[in-house]
């Protein structure tokens, strides 16, 4: 594992969003089946995508990275989807970023447990997290 100086892990997480960056311009798209480890190996079409009005892949917007208590650098958004009608409501279990397109994975995450969506005005709102571990202090880059 690398981890970074605190300033290092900020650049890297401002890097990330930049313009050309990871994970500028991804989408977030929720699922509801995918594999039971989520891992390097994953791609889209591991996971299947939530279909109920509403669940439309939004875009990312990024905000200001950040370090947290913890010591690790932070850059986050506020994902926000709401059923809108229809009569297919779902169980999601975790949320996917891709790029632009919403052709390539470029993150996955399951949530600590199923969400079920069952009704219009239901809503699942959760922060979509971009994370790098830095070591407060350190002044060199730790590799293990």
Known sequence: MVTFTMADALAQAASAIATGGFLNGAKVALWTAG??????YSVLADFTLATFTGSTPIPS???TPYISSDGTAHVDFLASFHVTGGTV????KGFVLTDSAGAVLK???AFA???GLGQVGAALEFICPFNVPCVPGVSSKVVS
């Not at 594999?35 to 390097?40: A, C, D, E, H, L």
């Not at 409501?89 to 999601?92: H, K, L, P, S, V």
């Open 61 to 63: 917007a990024w905000g």
């Open 35 to 40: 594999p039971s480890n989520i891992g390097p």
């Open 89 to 92: 409501f779902e169980t999601i």
């Open 113 to 115: 447990s199923p969400v």
């Open 107 to 109: 993150a996955a995450e």
